[in-house]
Structures are given as structure tokens and as C-alpha cells.
């Protein structure tokens, strides 16, 4: 699948001008991209990517990058319980960063593991039929 096929949802400055891809571009913490894509499965959007994808705690890495379809193909009500699972997790999650405090002198760091986890679901889609 290539990059004019997928819709990216994101909040990392490293993803934002990704060339030859759609990018909604989401400004605030992962739980703001998470609520994006809630919104464009609801529209119809296939969610091509895990949410969560990562071994990161949500409450540690506030960047995120979400995969789906450019174009709408039904609204998969499976789909949206799932999102909202997640979302679940990241609104403790971010209950949880409050409390300890935004530490963000590793934003590079985790703009960077957000982009490889980006770039392996991506390679992962290109290697089967979607």
C-alpha cells in the first residue's frame, strides 16, 4: 500500500512532512490523535494501524502516528469499541504523566521512536493486500 492510499493522523513534528501522504496533522498530546482517528473510523476510515503500537506506555510518549484508509468503506463498529479501549488507557495514562510531571527533554527521542513505529506499520502494509 503506498503513501497516497493511508491517511495519517499525527501529533510528531518528524511525521508532519512526510511527502506523497495525506497527514492530519493534530496538535496537542496522543490522546487529541487518538480522538482524530475515533472520528474518521466513525466516518467510515479503515484503521490500518495499532493505536498503541509500541511497548511505550501511553503516559510516557505524548507522540503519536495513526494509519488508515484515504477512503471511507463502512464504519466497522469492532473497530471503535477497540479505539475506545485505548483511548481508555491513554486518558489514565495522561491522569498519570499529570501527576509525575511533563518531563519532555527526551521529545526527540520519542519523536523518533514514534516515526520508526510509523515507518514499520508502513512497510508492514506494503507487504500485504489492504
Do not use: W
Not at 21 to 48: P, S, W
Amino acid at each position: 500500500m503506498g503513501l497516497r492510499q493511508v491517511l495519517i493522523i499525527t501529533n510528531n513534528p518528524m511525521v508532519k512532512n512526510t511527502n506523497n501522504a495525506e497527514i492530519c496533522f493534530v496538535t496537542g498530546d496522543c490522546r487529541h490523535v487518538l480522538y482524530q482517528a475515533f472520528n474518521k473510523v466513525a466516518m467510515g476510515h479503515r484503521l490500518l494501524s495499532h493505536p498503541l503500537a509500541g511497548s511505550i506506555k501511553p503516559e510516557t510518549n505524548p507522540y503519536r502516528s495513526v494509519v488508515l484508509s484515504r477512503l471511507k468503506t463502512g464504519v466497522e463498529l469492532s473497530t471503535l469499541a477497540m479505539l475506545e479501549r485505548c483511548l481508555e488507557k491513554v486518558e489514565a495514562g495522561i491522569g498519570k504523566r499529570a501527576a509525575a510531571g511533563n518531563d519532555l527533554s527526551f521529545a526527540q527521542d520519542f519523536q523518533m521512536i514514534d516515526k520508526e513505529l510509523l515507518e514499520a506499520a508502513m512497510q508492514s502494509l506494503g507487504e500485504r493486500q489492504v
